[in-house]
């Protein structure tokens, strides 16, 4: 499964930016977004199952950021809002196959990260 995150920029804090990620297909896949700050570990940000139907967040995004899938185009999709400076870090699609996962070692597959910078 090869993976292609796309969609960061640069925005001032209290913006919206939305990632996407493709593949050439994931529709067995649960999909997953992380974030790596400079320095610091992958965390979790938010997961989808296969259908779509059910979604976990990070407490730390929650209410702010929305994932969603859409099996046709084979993409995952990371809506942010009301983005905060320590929102700043690489992203990371992922596609594993662990419902609800919230590791790194649970997903199999990466994509090459994308940048996303909020500025105060």
């Known amino acids: 499964v090869q993976l292609q995150a796309c969609g960061g920029g640069l925005v001032q804090a209290g913006g919206s930016l939305s990632l996407s990620c493709a593949a050439r297909?994931?529709?067995?896949?649960?999909m997953g977004w992380f974030h790596q700050a400079p320095g610091a570990e992958r965390e979790f940000v938010a997961t989808v199952n296969w259908s779509g139907s059910s979604t976990s967040y990070a407490d730390s995004v929650k209410g702010r950021f929305t994932i969603s899938r859409d099996n046709v185009k084979n993409t995952v999709y990371l809506q942010m809002h009301s983005l905060k400076p320590e929102d700043t870090a690489v992203y990371y699609c992922a596609a594993g196959g662990v419902v609800g996962a919230r590791t790194v070692q649970t997903y199999d597959y990466w994509g090459q990260g994308t940048q996303v910078t909020v500025s105060s």
């Open positions: 297909t994931f529709s067995s896949y649960v």
